[in-house]
């Protein structure tokens, strides 16, 4: 097989060594030791991580020719006269990396790894990539360190002469072209950021600010795999304190500062280039569980808060969907789930804040403690604080659920009935699908769920009157976390296929209930299921509007409304395909916003500072005066781009 193993062995004297090491293009001359160094290394990096049978096909003799076949595409680097080392390069894929065992530990894989990225991106490549075996975990572990992204599991066909081995391999990627971080040719240096030079150094913390290049590539990646932009430092926060102390050092120096919580946005919404992001999952305590109400630091994700809240039978009124998100992340998108419908978002079920402010102050809001900074708080994209602590409301959690998925031969028909449950107590939650149909065309599907308490509920009266085709509604009973942890099996099942770690261009835009059914025929109409990809699908679910009362979540005037989501899930990491669904995404979107609509912004698209102020429309003064109030040095969270960049 190609590129595989690498070979970091202990460090045996000082990276600096490798000043006395060139690299240059191999010559025929050098075939003999490049092999001997790809025969060694190749039985270091992947003894019991491959196949036996390709194991005997790597006979000590099949190096050689295979050297001789890639010469031209080969760089060595030299110390002392020997070959400590070499790369080759095919196309956009770095195909092997291997350095002396002699000469490990001395920075010669880094050099040879920047030399290769430096030659892919001068060829006019924007990515790079190479595949790992999956078990070399000391390997893995130097690309990450090196700033490449693992694209997830990728079956790589290793070439013999009995033909082709499939071997499990991940893929690693990088940037290398235009604008991103290159080394120059043989400029021999491993990336470490230095802390800037601006101003004064870093504050003393209890946490700590990391600048290199492993903390600062992951603080470039997020769920979307759209938008990759790389911070100068990384705060690791142990102490409010710390975010306070670091966002005034930020400000001081010109920077410019993000939250980030698990990273689940899109669209690189919680990134800074060039600036400092904080690792809030550093904050994830859960403090003190009452019987109304419960202290969380924002970094906590909603698993961890019901792990503290479902064992006394205790959980917040309103929930996201899926649990995995920071409630920080949460609450300044607003948070949308099942019992939104009726019972508002995330952001309306919130007692107290403790934050931030992009002036570096610590201050308490709530809706009679600050009220305007609580207002702009929530829902306000982060614009003019950082979460740290949240105070949020608990009620009983049912037993169990009974859940109904009801199929319908159209969305007339559906939609029909959402109206109608929309004005009922029946169920507790009502979730729209629109998924592809196994035979082309479209499914419809509500998704349906009563708590139980008591005797169960009798199925056909629950389900009287609802125009959905009978015989195909699948009912069950489920305990109440199993429900709330529905999504998990999707999450496994895209782990598995890898469209896990692909291009995510989701959109998701609320629509008033004049527009809906146009709106929505109109774009499934457009839509093909392979837009959506496998296991993709459009959420259609009801909102009654004065069930939300956070200002800054926008929504259209209807009085019922509803959510509707394009979920979007490639089946391929293909980068230009995906860039292709984002413009897509904002042509969507204009035709939803000229429809009445809105957009619920963790969505993947463009979205310029004159489109910003449309989305808030009446509610812009109250972020705008916010932001001059408490962030007017515009340090927080650029990467939506609602202020545009900053006036000092
Ligand atoms: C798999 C998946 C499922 C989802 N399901 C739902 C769902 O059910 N309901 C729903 O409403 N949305 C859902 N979303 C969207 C999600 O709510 C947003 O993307 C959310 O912002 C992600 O939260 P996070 O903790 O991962 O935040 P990040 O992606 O880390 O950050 C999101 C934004 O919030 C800012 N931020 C993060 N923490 C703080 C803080 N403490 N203070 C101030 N700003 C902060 C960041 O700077 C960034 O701008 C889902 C997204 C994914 C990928």
Known sequence: MRQTGRMTGPRTSDADAVGGVVVRPATVADVAAVARVWREGWADGHAGHVPAALVAERTPASFDPRALERIDRTWVAEGGGVVAGFVVVVDDEVEQVYVDRDWRGQGVAERLLRHAEAVIGRGGRRTAWLAVVAGNTRARRFYARMGWRDRGPFTYLAQTAGGSFPVPTHRYEREVGDGAE???????????????????????????????????????????????????????PASAGDIAATVRWAA??????????????????????DGIVADLRRLRAVHDVQDERVVVDA?????????????????????????????????????????????????????????????????????????RLFDAVRAGLGQVAVITRATLPLVPAPQGVRRFLLSYPDLATMLADQRRLAGEPRFGAVQGAVLAGPAGGWVF?????????????????????????????????LPFPDYLGRLDALEQALRASGQWWFPHPWLTTFVGDAAVEPVVAGELARLTPADLGPLGQVALSPILRESVTSPLLRLPEDRLCHVFNLIRLPATDDQAGAQRLVAANRVVYERVR???????????????????RGHFGSAFGLLSEAKQEHDPGRVLTPGYEVFGSATR
């Open 445 to 477: 599907r509500l998704d349906v769920v009563r708590a139980l308490s008591g005797s169960p509920p009798d199925d056909a009266s629950l389900l009287a009157g609802l125009a959905d085709d009978r015989p195909r509604a699948q009912p069950s009973t």
């Open 252 to 273: 001081a120096g010109g920077r410019r500062f993000a939250a980030q919580g698990n990273r689940h946005s899109v669209f690189g919404r919680a990134q800074v280039r």
């Open 299 to 371: 970094g906590a994700t909603w698993r961890e808060v019901l792990a503290a809240t479902l064992p006394r039978g205790l959980a917040p009124p309103v929930l996201p969907d899926y649990l995995d998100l920071s409630v920080g992340g949460t609450l300044v998108v607003g948070g949308v789930g099942s019992r939104t419908w009726r019972h508002g978002a995330v952001s309306d079920n919130v007692v107290e804040l403790r934050v931030v402010t992009g002036r570096g102050e610590q201050v308490s809001c709530s809706p009679t403690r600050n009220p």
């Open 182 to 236: 290159g080394e120059e040719l043989d400029a021999g240096r491993t990336a470490v950021a230095a802390p800037g030079s601006r101003d004064r150094p870093p504050p003393s913390l209890d946490g700590a600010v990391r600048f290199d290049e492993q903390a600062r590539a992951a603080a470039a990646e997020d769920f979307g795999q759209l938008v990759h932009q790389g911070p100068e430092g990384v705060l690791l």
């Open 594 to 612: 000229d429809a009445g609509g809105t957009l619920y912004p963790v969505s993947a698209l463009p979205m310029s500072p004159a489109d910003w």
